[in-house]
């Protein structure tokens, strides 16, 4: 696993950030690999399965180990009377979607907090954007299960990813 972070240029919605992403990695690392990413700031962090000798190494969780972390998740639930997901504009009912997302990852989650940023629009140019929520939770996650873990920082958490979301990052905290 492997990542990468390169400055983006400006865009309107998500499929258009998607699109210079998925351009990025086709011209830089592989057609047809699949990957995670997130911006912040201007800049995109790309995560990647491939031997690649573009970007670093991605560090994997060690069992037992306690970690910093944050993600940007979208915040849906299934509702079986729609029959399609639905947003969770509540921050209590997004926090417990982190906790459920992250335990059943490998993640025993120690300290955890959260708030709503700015929504963002998705939609292909032409349509009618869809504003989508975005959702920031950080704090202190102990690994449980590796392999579970190392998958979770592999392929995400929740939905959306292809736009952005549910990429975890990990950091070492002092105590590691």
């Known amino acids: 696993m492997r990542e990468i972070v390169f400055r983006v240029g400006e865009y309107t919605t998500l499929y258009d950030l998607h699109q210079m992403v998925w351009k990025f990695v086709r011209d830089h690392i592989s057609d047809g690999i699949r990957f995670l990413f997130r911006e912040a700031g201007g800049y995109v962090k790309v995560r990647y399965q491939y031997d690649a000798p573009v970007g670093r190494e991605a560090p994997l969780p060690v069992k037992g ?3 910093r972390f944050d993600i940007i998740i979208h915040p849906v639930k299934k509702s079986s009377a729609l029959g399609r997901r639905v947003p969770m504009p509540k921050m209590a009912d ?11 990852s490998g993640f025993a989650v120690e300290r955890i907090e959260g708030g709503y940023l700015s929504s963002v629009p998705l939609g292909k140019p032409g349509t009618r954007p869809v504003r989508m ?3 920031l ?4 996650v102990r690994v449980e299960d590796a392999d579970k873990a190392a998958h979770a920082l592999a392929n ?3 939905a959306s990813k292809r736009f952005g979301y549910g ?5 070492p905290t002092e105590e590691s």
């Open 94 to 104: 997004a926090l417990a979607k982190v906790v459920e997302l992250l335990e059943k």
């Open 133 to 135: 929520l975005r959702f």
């Open 65 to 67: 180990r306690s970690y």
């Open 156 to 158: 995400g958490l929740g």
């Open 167 to 171: 990429m975890l990052d990990l950091y």
């Open 137 to 140: 939770a950080t704090g202190i």
